[in-house]
């Protein structure tokens, strides 16, 4: 990987993925611009658009292609065919999870960030969210989600295997620890030892290495009491590990407290490989509208920056990405009275970045409603 010279490997998806990555990309093009960087996309097929195409979730070509990025960009997989259908036995997720193993991304990270001007967008009280910043590291490779599974084949009874080794937990533990000493040296471990055994092995593990992170004070907390504790009282998280299954729920019930879920990104890191996504799925139903808000993945473009280690390109899309916010220059989710469509959002966010506060977009009219003035 050159200084200048990136291969971001490129898969859409299903749904409103296109349609997001569409300006994700928008934005890398005036980045490249502004920064004198140069990045080549390669674009591949996955989930549900894979499989009306190829017959496959994830196509052989799809994974060299992302294995020879230096970081995948990813929309969101999905579609009602197949989840209204619980006979398919080929289905869009099994492309994410095979392209999750295949390309080693053991950790997924997903930042929870409150912004004031939308804090009355979250259905909790502004004084319990207010200030809040938790990082989320979920383990992504192993767990019940890529456990032996069994179907009975008269319909009776069905399984699905929970396993963890030491192998598996220790490189995402030590990357929490790791986290949590660049912050505010609180590391929480949600687990449920008190009836699994793959959880007491977590938190045996935690335990052993957290004495090579003296500065960080390590707790724990039963996933069903973080779940409760996440609503009432989130700001006493700092850095989250768990588990797959139990990362997967706790990051998606946090995303309410910052008022959409089409505000967060997420990272999955693995040893030789990278991908970025926002956390939301396809949202079939609002494919094609031009409503699918694009943040979540526009800030999976910062976090991919920092990974190319672009730090100041990266400062640069987050701070465009608040100034989008703080003047309501969003989505419908996040403004039902006042509101722009996915490629407006986009295109606003591009414009900050190339121009900052020369940008041609009229604020005054932005701020009362009117059409802007170029």
């Excluded at 300006?23 to 658009?49: H, N, P, R, T």
Aim: charged share 25%.
């Amino acid at each position: 990987m050159s200084d200048k010279y990136f291969k971001i490997a490129v898969l859409p998806g299903d749904g409103i993925g296109p349609e997001i990555i569409k300006e994700s990309i928008k934005i890398l093009d005036v980045i490249a611009e502004v920064f004198q960087y140069e990045f080549k996309f390669e674009y591949g097929l996955i989930g549900a658009e894979a499989i009306f195409k190829t017959g496959d979730p994830l196509p052989e070509e799809t994974l060299k292609i992302c294995r020879n990025s230096d970081a995948v960009l990813f929309g969101a997989i999905g579609d009602p065919v197949f989840d209204n259908n619980p006979e398919a036995k080929v289905r869009p997720e099994q492309g994410l999870l095979k392209l999750r193993k295949e390309l080693g991304l053991f950790a997924n990270i997903r930042p929870l960030k409150t912004y004031s001007s939308l804090i009355d967008k979250s259905p909790l009280k502004r004084e319990i969210i207010e200030g809040a910043d938790i990082q989320i590291f979920r383990e992504l490779v192993s767990g019940i989600y890529f456990g032996e599974k069994f179907t009975d084949p008269e319909g009776a009874y069905a399984y699905d295997v929970c396993k963890y080794s030491r192998e598996d937990i220790l490189p995402i533990a030590h990357m929490a620890f790791q986290e949590a000493q660049k912050r505010n040296k609180k590391l929480t471990l949600i687990d449920k030892a008190n009836v699994l055994d793959t959880s007491r092995l977590w938190r045996k593990i935690c335990q052993e290495i957290a004495q090579e992170y003296p500065d960080v004070h390590l707790d724990y907390m039963f996933v069903d009491n973080a779940a409760m504790q996440l609503i009432l009282n989130p700001k006493q998280f700092d850095v989250i590990v768990t588990e797959n299954m139990f990362g997967d729920i706790i990051s998606d019930e946090a995303s309410v407290i910052g008022g959409s879920i089409g505000l967060l990104p997420s990272a999955s890191i693995g040893e030789k490989n990278a991908l970025f996504e926002p956390i939301h799925g396809s949202y079939p139903q609002a494919k094609g509208k031009g409503i699918a808000n694009p943040i979540a993945s526009i800030l999976s473009v910062a976090m991919m920056l920092d990974h190319l280690n672009l730090e100041a390109a990266a400062d640069k899309l987050r701070q465009s990405v608040e100034h989008a916010i703080e003047n309501k220059y969003v989505t419908i989710d996040l403004n039902t009275k006042q509101y722009y469509s996915t490629s407006e959002v986009g295109s606003f966010i591009a414009d900050h970045i190339k121009y900052s506060e020369k940008s041609y977009y009229n604020f005054e009219n932005v701020k009362i409603g009117k059409s802007t003035i170029v």
